[in-house]
């Protein structure tokens, strides 16, 4: 049995719960995107149509579904050592700071690129005696999908591509036989990195506080108010003089936390002096 098309109604309660749980920004053109992704679900579960979908969501007792809803519409694309601009200034800032304790956030962490890439910098910093042994990353996302996965941190060797000879060596194990083109993050730095579920549209004062946040490729899907407020929950858990990333391509976004340009997607808490 073909599912039926997604109406202009189903498509407006199910877009409607997702912008008021976790932020998801729907707009019109993304109905098709909404339907290939969830008709799968309707046709699983044995509904009749996604009309039967919403009214399943918006149940207090939906057995999972919503969060099976939120892993299915979450886009997750990510890589290792993305936007490499990023991970250099952070490098030349704690080359020139030299701190003893280290405490970074990769607030829409996805699979665990974002994280891991910085614990390989973290770790290498380290050896050189540049920073001290007490440092942690804390990768967070509202997919428990990609959480799962993040800590495993099993990956496509192609996904690694941006990591160079040395640190693969140094930080990956390479999968054989079955797991060939498989690629796994080593122990030693998994020991260092942290994953837990958290959403960017609630209360986020449990973390923190943070040197160093990363915030990029995520604030695209919301809404201009829900990006500022985003970006102003997520500041609040960043030091004074702390690093934030966003992704280039999303440009500035007003908020109400003074920030000092750095670069394109970089910024310090605080006013320059
Ligand atoms: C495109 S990935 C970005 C990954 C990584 N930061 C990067 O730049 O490569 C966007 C991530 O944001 C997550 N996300 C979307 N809405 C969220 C929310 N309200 N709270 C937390 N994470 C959210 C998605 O699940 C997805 O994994």
Redesign the pocket.
Same mark, same amino acid.
Do not use: H, K, M
């Given at each position: 049995m073909t599912t039926p098309p997604l109406s202009d109604r189903s498509f407006g309660r199910i877009a409607g719960l997702m912008h008021a749980a976790?932020? $998801?920004s729907f707009t019109p053109n993304k109905k098709p995107l909404m339907s290939s992704r969830l008709a799968s679900r309707v046709q699983h579960l044995g509904l009749q149509g996604f009309d039967d979908y919403a009214a399943l969501l918006e149940s207090p007792d939906d057995g999972g579904e919503f969060q099976m809803a939120v892993d299915l519409l @979450? @886009?997750?694309? @990510?890589y290792f050592f993305?936007e490499p601009a990023h991970f250099a200034l952070l490098q030349a800032e704690l080359q020139r700071t030299r701190p003893q304790q280290l405490k970074v956030w990769?607030a829409?962490?996805?699979f665990g #690129?974002?994280a891991y890439s910085t614990a390989m910098l973290l770790a290498d910093l380290q050896a050189q005696g540049t920073i001290g042994a007490d440092w942690s990353v804390l990768g967070t #996302?509202?997919?428990e999908r990609?959480l799962q996965s993040a800590t495993q941190a099993i990956y496509p060797a192609e996904r690694l591509r941006e990591v160079d000879a040395r640190r693969l060596k140094r930080y990956c194990l390479r999968g054989e036989g079955e797991s060939e083109g498989l690629v796994q993050v080593c122990e030693s730095l998994r020991r260092q990195v942290r994953f837990g579920q $958290?959403?960017?549209?609630a209360p986020v004062d449990e973390v923190g506080p943070f040197d160093v946040i990363?915030l990029?490729?995520?604030l695209i899907?919301f809404d201009p108010p829900t990006k500022s407020a985003v970006v102003d929950r997520v500041l609040s858990r960043l030091r004074p003089g702390g690093l934030f990333f966003l992704?280039t391509a999303e440009g500035r976004v007003p908020c109400n936390t003074p920030l000092t340009v750095l670069a394109p997607g970089a910024y310090r808490k605080g006013r320059a002096q």
């Open positions: 976790v932020g $998801l @979450t @886009t997750n694309e @990510t993305r990769s829409a962490s996805s #690129d974002e #996302d509202i997919s990609v $958290l959403n960017l549209c990363f990029r490729n995520v899907y992704g």
